[in-house]
Structure formats: C-alpha cells, structure tokens
C-alpha cells in the first residue's frame, strides 16, 4: 500500500473512531501533497511523498523550539502530537550510531579527507539517508570525520 493510499484509510478510520485531532492532522498532510501534485500536474509516488513528509516534520520541529523558547507549553504539548501522528508514516529513522557508520563508509567511498570535500561526500551521502536522518546530524557528522 502507498503512503497516499495509507493516508486516506487512516483519515476513514480517523473519522470512524471521530478522532478529531488525527483527523485534522492526515488532512494537512494530504492537503501539502495534494497542493504539490496540482503545481507539478501528476500523483506523486512514495518517495515524493516522503519529501512532503520530511519538510511538515521539519516545520513542526521549528515551530515546537520557538513554542518551548516563548514558555509556550500549549503550542509545545499540540505540536508534539502533531509530530506523533506525521512520524507512523515515516520510515524508522536511524540512530546516530548508524549515521555515523555510513558516514564512515561514504568518506571512505568518496576518498575524501578535507572539508574541501565535503559537497562530494554530502552528494553521496544524502540519498542513502534521505528521509531516515536529520540533516543537521549528517552534516556535523561529516564536518567531524572530515576535520
């Protein structure tokens, strides 16, 4: 089953179970992917999809700093379960541990051994962490191998 397609059986049963939050929550989401499939005239596949996914988690962790900075809990406490429900569609993410194996296999790969090289590394790399890893890790990670 595509994540399109799990989206909408979750937001049926959201709306069967009248699980108002979950609800609103798939419908953002497929709101931000119905908007990208008109601009772009076609269905998105998974990996699109994905992409879509990965730029809400990303608002959602920005908004929940500035929330948590402004002593705003109430905001805090919504987004937190916002990110909850975006993440099941998520793929498992990968611990820093691993990120840092296959950044050591990447720079290993690539035979870089300074920061000059580092766009070739992070080209390299980034497909193979794409939607598993955060991006602010991968590259202090490789900032630190590099060094």
Do not use: C, W
Not at 24 to 50: G, P
Not at 79 to 92: D, G, Q, T
């Amino acid at each position: 089953m595509s994540l399109s397609e799990r989206l909408n059986e979750d937001m049926k049963q959201a709306m069967k179970n009248q699980d108002k939050f979950k609800l609103s929550v798939i419908r953002m989401i497929r709101s931000a992917i119905k908007n990208v499939e008109i601009d772009q005239k076609r269905t998105l596949d998974d990996n699109e999809v994905l992409e879509i996914l990965n730029r809400e988690v990303k608002q959602r962790k920005d908004s929940l700093q500035e929330f948590e900075k402004a002593g705003r809990g109430d905001l805090a406490d919504s987004v937190k379960k916002e990110l909850e429900v975006i993440s099941a569609y998520m793929p498992r993410q990968l611990t820093a541990e691993e990120v840092e194996d296959i950044v050591k296999q990447t720079i290993q790969e690539t035979g870089a051994s300074s920061k000059a090289d580092m766009g070739k590394v992070m080209g390299a790399l980034m497909p193979k962490v794409k939607g598993r890893a955060d991006g602010k890790l991968v590259n202090q990670l490789v900032q630190k191998h590099l060094a």
